[in-house]
């Protein structure tokens, strides 16, 4: 029992400091507090075989950088089919940013607007690049463009809405979330 409690006394003080790092390399509260559960039974078994840590901030930035880093490598490793993948619903926070900000943009643009916002400012698109891909000058591009965030500094501000008629359809939501999710916004003159 007396390990246990020499351990506690030197990690206490830097429990908090770590969850914060934590929090700051995972996505969310619950991976954050794995990833703090795994570096404190590491850092514990360490203690066990070294006897009393000298630096004990140190060890725990480098033991959940590693584990971290490890957990990644082994999530990279994972294969699944192309169909499986496609099957599987996003359950992550940041499908749900990129679902937001698809169905805001949704609400307040129409398909084309929308598109040529999403390939300009999430894709990098140059204006020439999204006007051969929608097959018009760059001059309407840039009009386009403009106009599209005028509207949504007005909608921000003013909470004005458009007309249902204009309004994305719920296949080019998910179409534009997963592009944003994989970063591949793919053709889309289909759906022009």
Known sequence: MRHAEEFEHFIEPHLQTLHHHCLYLTPSEWDAEDLVQEVLIKA?????????????????????????????RRHRRTVVSVHAEADLPYSDANYAAARGLVEWLAEHLSEREAYMLLLSEVFSYSYQNIADELQCTVATVRMVLHRSKRTLRITRDARR????????????????????????????????
């Open 161 to 192: 809405n458009r007309p249902a008629g204009k309004r994305m359809s719920e296949y080019s939501v998910e179409y534009w979330t997963k592009a944003i999710m994989n970063d591949e916004p793919g053709r889309i003159m289909q759906f022009v």
């Open 44 to 72: 514990y078994q360490y203690y066990l075989k070294a006897g009393a840590i000298r630096h004990p901030s140190t060890l725990l930035y480098k033991m959940t950088r590693n584990i971290w880093i490890d957990g990644l």
